[in-house]
């Protein structure tokens, strides 16, 4: 039997929202076309994850993900979303997380003793995770108010600019290394996180953001869903630099699973075996530790490898890494037992 799964980053809150509230609870409980509901978390022992609420900009994903197939990319950052266009979305995705939680599809997780009791008795659990703070105010009124409403986790940006900071495009090849941090507000915003115990996400930061909350932060640094720069060298990655910040603040790193973060072209196209995530995991795990490596798919988000592209395809993985050599205690570690550390390090017991 593999550990089930618990995975740093999916998108289906938005996928939902896409389609309509009106369907959400239905497709999600008995089968949707996509990578992450029910039956298909059953079939792949997907324990659950950080479920993130995002704010789309108004490009055409599609487009986006084509020009990505080219040698070379630079994607300009999107406008900037203003906080009364953002808070009716997160307010939407969020209702519709809380709908699944009544419908009995899965419970949302405050504290890692709730996490750790929904994994061991095969609930799946979610984290509140908010990608890119467009809805949090000046005044960090909406921060507190969501955290008590079960906001654990957040990023100060996506890949687009905020009043916290400046995110890091999609570009390749190129370093992260790209562009000013975060601003005051946002030093402010790692603050008051801290004090609350929601844990900030480093994935779609530029350098200068990362090195600004690692300045900053009293937690473990964590990128729930961000490779490897030197296997692949896209922005959005990590250099073996900053992975050395992550491992001595004792944090970790999700693997993502999106082909673009993944193959050593940067190309955001699906033929990407799974010996090259598996590159990706053993570099991860040489930089950082064997207590510092876990998932974090993008799945619902992003283009993934064609022998995942659902989290029923996921015992597929657990075999090559099995087969790749990591014993029963990493493989604890690295499909849940990780998440469940940083966790509990960060939010505190
Ligand atoms: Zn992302």
Redesign the pocket.
Known sequence: MHPVIFDG?NDVLLKLYNAGRATASESFLKGREGAIDVPSAKAGGFGGGFF?IFVPSPTDLDSKFEEMTKDVYDLPLPDPIHWEDAFPVVMSQAAILFELEEQGALTICRTAAELRSCLAEGRMAAVLHI?GAEAIDPDLNTLDVLYQAGLRSIGPV?SRETIFGHGVPFRYPSTPDIGAGLKDQGLRLVKRCNELGIMIDL??LNEAGFWDVARHSTKPLVAT?SNVHEICPHARNLTDKQLAAIAESDGMVGLNFAVAFLRADGKMLSDVPLEQMIRHLDHLIEKLGEDRVGFGS?YD?AVVPELLNSCAGLPKLRAAMRQHGYDDALMTKLCHGNWLRVLEKTWGA
Do not use: C, F, L, V
Request: proline share 0%; charged share 20%; no cysteine.
């Open positions: 980053h993130a990608e996506w994935s779609h869903h993008d988000g």
